[in-house]
């Protein structure tokens, strides 16, 4: 079976690190298989590293993944289901929170630098190149604190309040992703944006 692609969402495993801004891009692959009316294929392997779903979506077979490596271990996880599955990393699309953009707005792009994030780092290094899609969820620069406290830091109780509707169009946006439109989801994608929100 030919796998058109895997979608990752980089986070760290735990309940101490639910709803924190380091987990957006667990929360937005748990918000598109909630989407999919169990629909999803849950894959076991004894001991991976990862939690690993398999289902159709436009017309092709999608893998998701959420690593259990914690952050900067993301790639060891990631590079497993590549070979395992004979997927090409320029198929990857990684859903990563971004301090360099504020909280409200979401930027997709393909290929780049990691920008300090160690789960890109991690990625780039396991998989042999920086050539994957990019979902780059904001989260705006921390205010008063170094940026390792705010990121595992818990979202605010006005960021909570938008966080569906944020989900929802980063999960749309995947649906035109793995519809092929890449460039319509790249354009949606960057021009969404709420109204200024105050961590």
């Known amino acids: 079976m030919e796998i058109s692609g895997l979608i990752v969402g980089l986070g760290n495993p735990g309940k101490e690190y ?17 989407g999919l009316a169990n629909s999803a294929d849950t894959i ?8 690993l779903w398999r289902t159709k979506v436009a017309s092709g077979v999608w893998l998701f993944a959420k690593p259990l490596t914690y ?12 070979h ?9 699309v990684a859903l990563h929170d971004e301090v360099d953009i504020p909280f409200g707005r ?4 393909c290929g780049g630098g990691n920008a300090g994030h160690n789960g890109l780092k991690s ?12 979902i780059r969820l904001g989260v705006g620069k921390p205010l008063g604190f170094d940026t390792s406290s ?9 960021e909570r309040a938008h966080l569906p509707t944020l ?4 999960c749309d946006v995947l649906y035109l992703h793995m519809q092929g439109k890449e460039r319509e989801a790249q354009t949606r994608c960057n021009s969404f944006a709420l109204p200024a929100v105050t961590p």
């Open 44 to 51: 076991a392997a004894k001991k991976a590293p990862y939690e």
């Open 150 to 158: 705010y990121v595992l830091g818990r979202f605010s109780a006005e």
């Open 123 to 134: 990625l780039q290094q396991h998989l042999g190149t920086p050539n994957f899609h990019r």
């Open 18 to 34: 639910e709803l924190t801004r380091h987990n957006f891009g667990f929360m937005v692959v748990d918000a598109f298989l909630a």
């Open 106 to 109: 979401m930027k997709m792009k």
């Open 71 to 82: 952050m900067n271990k993301s790639g060891e996880a990631v590079a497993h289901i590549l």
């Open 84 to 92: 395992y599955y004979k997927v090409q990393p320029e198929t990857v």
């Open 167 to 170: 989900m929802t169009e980063a």
